[in-house]
């Protein structure tokens, strides 16, 4: 996933700010056409009115000096001009609107003028909005305080806007990151985290369906914990008693086959005990919150952790261990942990190893890594994602033949989840499997 890309609630954030501008762009595009047509219609009918007032049919092209009425006099001026055939009457002008008896023209430089044509005469009467020049306004004029106070209503309505639309957002973001840490607190082991319901729709319903399906789950676990831990107990009832006839059979007998069959029985007795004992440990692993887990954290060096282990585990193989971890690397983790990965990685590498096992550690960037290989048939890549399913099967080069019952695998993985670690796999350059354990160090406390 790209790490630059935006979360939900920022591009939503900042898809309302470019609506926010864009809307406020466009209220003052339709509102400058609005006013621009209002003065445009404004110049026209006081123009008219002007027109109307100094009776323009009346004036002689000889006068030199028209007298415009109040309140006109302070906005406008008019003068008689003398037009040519063929010649504009403004260069400099752009035409806005024109009627049977005059023209209305923008000047290039600002304002308006209108162009009335004397009866019978080349002479016209231009009327003029004064310059600003000419009306000796303030510094302020009223269009200036006109814009100022658009664009000051256009900011506190974008802010009312965006408050209110802000804090509801918010609201539900909190409401979602609730929901996502619930549901995080969950998958990491706790079974009694739930959701708040006392949230909005729809994510109510959506807190209540979580909430039922973690009931469900931590229900499932519970009865799958009791039953996992009853199997022990009503499995070595029997266990004992075959092993108590075997002895028996064997004392009272002398018959290869028969000796050779109570052998086969008593093998079989100890897989299953064995097989047990595996699977109350994986359902201890898969049951146990992080708070339990946190209570028995101890840091140690893992060389020799593993050597302790080593002496244990290899003390009757003839396979040569090769040890590459240095004294200084150490773990902060509880031990159970580690040693259920470390036994199982070690007893899966010494069934399928011919000669030698390896095992390593190195701490680097703040990530420290343990890897177990061997140089035995190794594992196809197609397999990988299927061993550490419970009880899956192989070819026959890894089958129980080999000594394995179908859950170390599976109990090592379950274990580095509890570490906060995760487990790969590859192939050795010995030959065979390699199994690699990885922990982000400041996940080790957690």
Same mark, same amino acid.
């Given at each position: 996933?790209?790490?630059?890309?935006?979360?939900? =609630?920022?591009?939503?954030?900042?898809?309302?700010?470019?609506?926010?501008?864009?809307?406020?762009?466009?209220?003052?595009?339709?509102?400058?056409?609005?006013?621009?047509?209002?003065?445009?219609?404004?110049?026209?009918?006081?123009?008219?009115? !002007?027109?109307?007032? %100094?009776?323009?049919? &009346?004036?002689?092209?000889?006068? $030199?000096?028209?007298? %415009?009425?109040?309140?006109?006099?302070?906005? =406008?001026? /008019?003068?008689?001009?003398?037009?040519?055939?063929?010649?504009?009457?403004?260069?400099?002008?752009?035409?806005?609107?024109?009627?049977?008896?005059?023209?209305?023209? *923008?000047?290039?430089?600002?304002?308006? !003028?209108?162009?009335?044509?004397?009866?019978? +005469? +080349?002479?016209? !009467?231009?009327?003029?909005?004064?310059?600003?020049?000419?009306?000796?306004?303030?510094?302020?004029? &009223?269009?200036?305080?006109? *814009?100022? /106070?658009?664009?000051?209503?256009?900011?506190?309505?974008?802010?009312?806007?965006?408050?209110?639309?802000?804090?509801?957002?918010?609201?539900?973001?909190?409401?979602? $990151?609730?929901?996502?840490?619930?549901?995080?607190?969950f998958g990491k082991?706790?079974?009694?985290?739930?959701?708040?319901?006392?949230?909005?729709? #729809?994510?109510?319903?959506?807190?209540?369906?979580?909430?039922?399906?973690?009931?469900?789950?931590?229900?499932?676990?519970?009865?799958?914990?009791? =039953?996992?831990?009853?199997? #022990?107990?009503?499995?070595?009832?029997?266990?004992?008693? !075959?092993?108590?006839?075997?002895?028996?059979?064997? $004392? $009272?007998?002398?018959?290869?086959?028969?000796?050779?069959?109570?052998?086969?029985?008593?093998?079989?007795?100890?897989?299953?005990?064995?097989?047990?004992?595996?699977?109350?440990?994986?359902?201890?692993?898969?049951? /146990?919150?992080? /708070?339990?887990?946190?209570?028995?954290?101890? &840091?140690?060096?893992?060389?020799?952790?593993?050597?302790s282990r080593l002496?244990?585990?290899?003390?009757?193989?003839?396979?040569?261990?090769?040890?590459?971890?240095?004294?200084?690397?150490?773990?902060?983790?509880? #031990?159970?942990?580690?040693?259920?990965?470390?036994?199982?990685?070690?007893?899966?590498?010494? +069934?399928?190893?011919?000669?030698?096992?390896?095992?390593?550690?190195?701490?680097?960037?703040?990530?420290?890594?343990?890897?177990?290989?061997?140089?035995? +048939?190794?594992?196809?890549?197609?397999?990988?994602? &299927?061993?550490?399913?419970?009880?899956?099967?192989?070819?026959?080069?890894?089958?129980?033949?080999?000594?394995?019952?179908?859950?170390?695998? #599976?109990?090592?993985?379950?274990?580095?989840?509890?570490?906060?670690?995760?487990?790969?796999?590859?192939?050795?350059?010995?030959?065979?499997?390699?199994?690699?354990l990885t922990i982000?160090?400041?996940?080790?406390?957690?």
């Amino acid at each position: 996933m790209n790490k630059f890309s935006l979360s939900l =609630f920022s591009r939503l954030y900042l898809s309302i700010l470019v609506v926010i501008f864009f809307s406020v762009g466009l209220t003052k595009l339709v509102v400058d056409m609005y006013y621009e047509q209002e003065e445009l219609n404004d110049f026209i009918r006081d123009a008219s009115h !002007i027109a109307e007032e %100094i009776n323009i049919d &009346t004036i002689a092209p000889i006068e $030199k000096h028209i007298e %415009i009425p109040s309140p006109y006099a302070r906005d =406008f001026t /008019a003068k008689i001009i003398k037009v040519h055939q063929n010649t504009k009457s403004c260069n400099s002008c752009q035409l806005e609107f024109t009627t049977n008896s005059a023209s209305y023209y *923008e000047r290039g430089y600002g304002g308006r !003028i209108a162009l009335f044509t004397l009866a019978n +005469s +080349s002479y016209k !009467i231009i009327i003029s909005e004064k310059s600003e020049d000419e009306l000796n306004y303030d510094s302020f004029s &009223t269009m200036d305080i006109d *814009e100022a /106070a658009f664009y000051l209503l256009i900011l506190v309505s974008s802010i009312f806007i965006a408050i209110t639309i802000y804090w509801p957002i918010k609201q539900l973001q909190q409401q979602i $990151k609730g929901l996502v840490d619930s549901h995080q607190q969950f998958g990491k082991g706790n079974m009694q985290a739930r959701a708040d319901e006392r949230i909005q729709k #729809p994510l109510d319903e959506l807190a209540h369906s979580f909430n039922e399906m973690a009931f469900a789950i931590a229900e499932g676990v519970k009865e799958s914990g009791i =039953f996992s831990q009853a199997i #022990p107990h009503e499995v070595r009832t029997p266990l004992s008693r !075959i092993q108590l006839a075997s002895d028996l059979i064997r $004392k $009272k007998t002398n018959q290869a086959d028969i000796l050779e069959l109570v052998s086969d029985v008593e093998r079989y007795v100890v897989d299953i005990n064995e097989l047990t004992n595996q699977i109350v440990e994986f359902s201890r692993l898969n049951t /146990a919150t992080a /708070a339990e887990a946190y209570e028995h954290f101890q &840091t140690f060096e893992i060389k020799s952790f593993v050597e302790s282990r080593l002496n244990l585990l290899t003390k009757e193989q003839e396979i040569k261990v090769i040890l590459k971890i240095d004294e200084s690397i150490e773990m902060t983790t509880n #031990p159970v942990y580690l040693r259920l990965l470390v036994d199982n990685f070690v007893k899966n590498a010494l +069934s399928h190893a011919q000669k030698t096992i390896q095992l390593s550690a190195n701490d680097n960037n703040n990530q420290l890594s343990f890897a177990v290989e061997d140089d035995g +048939s190794g594992i196809s890549p197609d397999d990988w994602p &299927t061993i550490f399913i419970p009880f899956a099967r192989l070819d026959k080069s890894r089958s129980r033949k080999t000594g394995g019952l179908g859950l170390g695998l #599976p109990i090592a993985k379950a274990a580095a989840n509890k570490m906060q670690g995760n487990i790969t796999v590859a192939t050795s350059k010995l030959g065979g499997a390699m199994f690699i354990l990885t922990i982000v160090k400041d996940k080790e406390n957690v």
